[in-house]
């Protein structure tokens, strides 16, 4: 099934530090998304990247869509304590734009102070 | 500040018993899911609306679990009757549809044991 699959799966730095995370995908799609979810939170949209772009910023995000390798990638710079969470990258289904997502195993991030 | 709403928040019952779990979505929003959320499997999609009518149920055990919209501010899931292995945590989420695909919000979630 078309599934984003995060890498690293488990994360550990420092305060101030930028953390990168990775999502590979297998088939066209027509947007990637990344969110973010706090232990015993729902999950909470970050940022939602086209196809048709290949970097994004939002704040101290910057996420790049490599549609030739099925690849996107998520940084955090500056981290801070309260980035603590896992994020999950989530593919839509490409052509049929039926508006469901996979969402991938996730990447828990923990950034200690 | 427009939220999605999920109660109860967090449900004991016991093997066989019949669980409903509500969710209001956000105004205006025309795409309700529901997911289920384990640590072995991860978010699973159950199943999903599109203006109230189902569109995709194929992740959902179809025979016990069941889902519907009655009106445009409620969605439900009903387990009956409910076993160990549906213990997780059910999210319910609605869709904000735009050009390029959905933006998903999510509720807070209902944490499910079955004894």
């Known amino acids: 099934s078309q599934q984003g699959e995060e890498d690293p799966q488990a994360l550990s730095i420092q305060e101030g530090e930028n953390a990168t995370m990775n999502c590979s995908y297998k088939?066209?799609?027509?947007?990637l998304q990344w969110y973010r979810q706090n232990s015993g939170r729902g999950l909470v949209h970050l940022i939602l990247?086209?196809?048709?772009?290949r970097e994004k910023h939002s704040g101290r995000l910057r996420v790049t869509l490599d549609t030739s390798k099925k690849s996107s990638s998520l940084l955090i710079t500056a981290s801070r304590a309260a980035d603590t969470a896992s994020y999950f990258c989530?593919?839509?289904?490409?052509?049929?734009?039926?508006?469901?997502?996979?969402f991938g195993q996730g990447t828990t991030l923990q950034v200690k102070p | 500040d427009a939220r999605v709403t999920q109660t109860p928040r967090h449900k004991v019952t016991e093997m066989g018993q019949e669980v409903t779990m509500r969710c209001q979505p956000i105004?205006?929003?025309?795409?309700v899911f529901w997911y289920r959320q384990t640590m072995m499997q991860g978010l699973e999609l159950l199943a999903y609306?599109?203006?109230?009518?189902?569109?995709?149920d194929s992740g959902m055990p179809k025979d016990r679990f069941s889902a519907e919209m009655p009106d445009a501010t409620l969605a439900t899931l009903k387990i009956q009757p409910s076993e160990p292995r549906d213990s997780a945590v059910y999210f319910c989420a609605s869709g904000d549809s735009g050009a390029w695909g959905e933006t998903q919000y999510f509720g807070p979630g209902t944490r499910l044991l079955v004894l």
């Open positions: 088939t066209s799609i027509n947007n």
């Open positions: 105004l205006g929003h025309n795409t």
């Open positions: 989530a593919t839509d289904y490409g052509s049929s734009n039926t508006g469901k997502l996979i």
């Open positions: 990247i086209r196809s048709n772009e």
């Open positions: 609306f599109r203006n109230r009518a189902p569109l995709d």
